[in-house]
């Protein structure tokens, strides 16, 4: 039996829609696992919606709403489990026979490196390197998530961006 689509379903609709690659890249980002992001990221969007159901447009900034909710679920999903950040280290890959395989080893470890660091620095420098590349957020929208001014933001990137770069220097 199909139910007819209210409208607040119609707009959860687009919004999960709209938000649910970011929320899922943004959780992969802290937890390193498929199976783990799937799962946080279907719960955070059940969460989502029985709030909309409740408070609707009383929401002010959906996508802030729903990066909070997820990473408050990857939050309590390490109290819970008491799980260090775990980086897979096997992750295999299927190689393009038509490109230079040295060239294809140096991209895997730089960007198994990378996972590495980040997955290493603060959440608030995770976070604000994730949301302005990996999410393609502007400024003004990295700003309203982390609740500070523009400028704040632009600081707290760059510093972000100078503790990445030095520690990849490390390695």
């Known amino acids: 039996m199909l139910f007819p689509m209210t409208n607040s379903r119609k ?7 709209k938000y649910i ?3 899922y890249r943004f959780i992969f980002v802290k937890v390193n696992s498929k199976e783990i992001a799937e799962d946080l990221t279907s719960e955070s969007f ?3 919606w029985s709030s909309f159901k409740e408070k609707g447009s009383d929401i002010e ?7 909070r909710i997820a990473r408050n679920l990857v939050t309590d999903y390490y109290r819970q489990k008491g799980r260090a950040h775990i980086i897979p280290t096997d992750n295999p890959r299927i190689i393009d026979p038509r490109h230079n395989l040295k060239e294809e080893v140096e991209i895997k ?3 198994e490196n990378i996972k590495i660091v980040l997955s290493n620095l603060k959440d608030d420098y995770q976070n604000v390197i994730v949301w302005r590349y990996l999410d393609d957020l502007s400024i003004p929208e990295v700003a309203k998530l982390l609740d500070r ?3 704040a933001t632009r600081v707290l990137l760059h510093r972000a961006l100078k503790v990445l770069k030095d520690k990849m220097d490390q390695v």
């Open 11 to 17: 707009t959860f609709s687009k919004i999960y829609d």
């Open 21 to 23: 690659d970011k929320i």
């Open 46 to 48: 059940s969460k989502a």
């Open 61 to 67: 900034n959906i996508q802030a709403f729903l990066y």
């Open 109 to 111: 470890s730089d960007i």
């Open 149 to 151: 001014t523009e400028d």
